[in-house]
């Protein structure tokens, strides 16, 4: 009889995974210094090396969802190397932020980019930027907790919503452990292991086809798997060389520039030279990337060769009912489950269908397939990359919104420093509370969809409309009236272009989706509701609409008055 995929987890995997996470919270321990003050926890005293914090970024990027969801792109109907395309504008980015967002965040002792931004334009504009930052954060890092619950449940046999507790509490007690000086730290551990571990991957695949290298490279080449430039211009598109370049950077100069997940650590630094160091040289994550983007390509031949199990064509097909065995024979006869073929004169493929948990390919490969100890390790190295992302973002909305109260930025912090850090990690475990339990909400929506666009998408709604406030506070100008107007409307036209929202309202009240394709904006095919505007172009859609906003519409008196008392108190300090 066919063994269930978490008996493949024996006890010795068990042993490194405890043993990881035990190594990985004492080192955390041992690199947390001093925690006396908010300046201690939240800025690492403003003391860590670059290549630290530079490893911290790279981490926090990759996560599980890079590791995990990029292989399974390769499963997709007619998936490729498009993807790496999104290197063009990230890497362009990354050194706007390094050469100019960095200079005039340590001109003052800030705490996060919500902090410049309200003592350039006003506290109403700090306000909206950080409600904008805990928006954005509970949609997108909710992707992350269940990426990471994935491997979880393959190993452990475990109800999917008890693994989204688990890496809950430990991504909570991380965190009240040592503040950013562990989160980096921990974080450089998860970045050395994804890099070795995704090399042990893809080499264990590659030595156990016949052939090698030369079939992952015949496999790659006849399924088209290795295209890497698309230069079409269908606005449904998502990996396009335009979208690269066009849409891209405004991302990245949102998520890496103003997103406090990202910024915080370039605070970690001890100036601004080191600061971007750290970012530029961060764009090593795209080698990452490709690394993957070939573990995706072996796994693809790998499967071409072997086949899949009756007990992974159950799990990646989502199929309930009867014995594995007899789910797969009947999957064989209705769905001609086949090896993946190519029809030389139109390009189109058939055979296995694309499968609803495509991302769940990988990881059951793990647990099948690598030996003893080793996918323990793995599995390790993505459950605590995971937290590592999640404890990050704790940490992030613990800062922001105490400074919503307190304005340590500007001295307003009245209480003393041990009742501050007290607060601190009060404000870290009701948000680690809340964002496992919207990871529930999340996962309900989640359906068919592919995990990297999914994650890329929820920060649609809000990378513009902060990147565009920032650029603003930049050049002085702006009104909190236009602002925030413009914010609205970017926010909206985002909603009635893009369809999560809609699917997570379909699950939850079971409402029909069917009137949504009288909108320009959507289409329905085969019942599923389809957009006709890949999500990227959101991001320098919001971005110029915010800004414009902001510029053309007049703020009144009062925000005119709290603006001018904002750079009274810049120039003071």
């Not at 590791?67 to 990354?94: C, D, E, H, K």
């Not at 849409?247 to 890496?256: D, E, M, R």
């Not at 997940?261 to 490709?290: E, H, P, Y």
Request: charged share 15%.
């Amino acid at each position: 009889m066919e063994k269930e995929i978490h008996e493949y987890f024996t006890a010795i995997d068990w042993m490194v995974v405890g043993g990881y996470l035990l190594l990985t919270t004492w080192v955390g321990h041992l690199m947390k210094g001093k925690q006396a003050s908010i300046r201690d926890f939240f800025l690492g005293g403003r003391s860590l090396p670059w290549p630290a914090v530079s490893g911290s970024i790279i981490a926090t990027e990759i996560s599980g969802v890079t590791f995990i969801g990029v292989p399974s792109m390769i499963f997709a109907m007619n998936g490729n190397f498009t993807y790496l395309q999104w290197a063009i504008g990230s890497i362009l980015a990354r050194v706007l932020v390094g050469w100019f967002f960095v200079r005039v965040y340590y001109e003052n002792e800030i705490y996060s980019p919500y902090d410049y931004m309200g003592m350039r334009l006003g506290n109403a504009a700090k306000t909206l930027t950080t409600l904008l930052f805990t928006i954005g954060s509970i949609l997108a890092q909710s992707v992350r907790v269940l990426i990471a619950a994935i491997p979880l449940e393959l190993a452990t046999g475990m109800p999917f919503w008890a693994c989204i507790v688990v890496i809950g509490l430990f991504a909570i007690g991380w965190t009240l452990m040592g503040g950013m000086r562990t989160v980096i730290w921990t974080d450089v551990m998860q970045f050395v292991l994804f890099l070795v571990g995704g090399l042990v991957c893809l080499f264990v695949i590659v030595a156990n086809l016949d052939g090698g290298w030369n079939t992952v490279i015949d496999v790659g080449q006849r399924f088209d798997r290795f295209r890497l430039i698309d230069g079409r211009l269908d606005p449904t598109l998502e990996w396009t060389l335009w979208v690269a370049i066009f849409a891209v950077p405004f991302q990245n100069l949102g998520i890496f520039g103003t997103d406090q997940l990202m910024a915080q650590r370039m605070f970690c630094c001890r100036n601004a030279k080191d600061a971007s160091k750290a970012i530029i040289t961060s764009s090593f994550s795209q080698v990452i990337t490709l690394m993957m983007l070939m573990v995706g390509v072996a796994l693809f031949a790998h499967y071409q060769e072997a086949g899949f199990s009756d007990r992974e064509l159950v799990k990646i097909l989502e199929v309930k009912g009867g014995t594995a065995s007899e789910v797969s024979a009947n999957l064989a006869t209705t769905l001609a489950v086949t090896p993946i073929s190519k029809n030389p004169e139109t390009g189109e493929e058939s055979g296995l269908p694309t499968p609803v948990k495509g991302d769940y390919i990988f990881p059951i490969w793990i647990v099948t397939n690598l030996p003893v100890g080793v996918r323990g390790l793995i599995l390790a190295a993505v459950f605590a990359a995971a937290i590592s992302s999640l404890d990050s973002i704790l940490a992030a909305l613990s800062q922001t919104t105490l400074s919503l109260f307190y304005h340590p930025e500007r001295g307003g912090a009245h209480l003393n420093e041990a009742v501050m850090l007290r607060k601190s990690r009060i404000l870290v475990v009701l948000w680690g509370i809340f964002l496992t339990g919207f990871a529930f909400v999340i996962e309900a929506s989640r359906g068919n969809f592919d995990i990297v666009p999914l994650a890329f998408a929820m920060t649609a709604y809000t990378v513009g409309p902060i990147l565009a406030i920032f650029l603003c506070a930049l050049i002085g100008k702006g009104s909190f009236r236009g602002l925030l107007f413009g914010t609205i409307v970017s926010m909206v036209i985002t909603m009635v272009v893009q369809t999560p929202v809609w699917n997570l309202l379909q699950k939850v009240s079971g409402m029909s989706l069917d009137w949504l394709g009288n909108l320009p904006t959507y289409n329905i095919v085969d019942g599923t509701l389809q957009a006709t505007i890949a999500f990227p172009w959101m991001w320098p859609l919001t971005t110029i609409i915010t800004f414009s906003f902001g510029l053309l519409i007049p703020g009144s008196g009062r925000g005119a008055r709290d603006n001018d008392a904002a750079n009274s108190v810049e120039a003071s300090g």
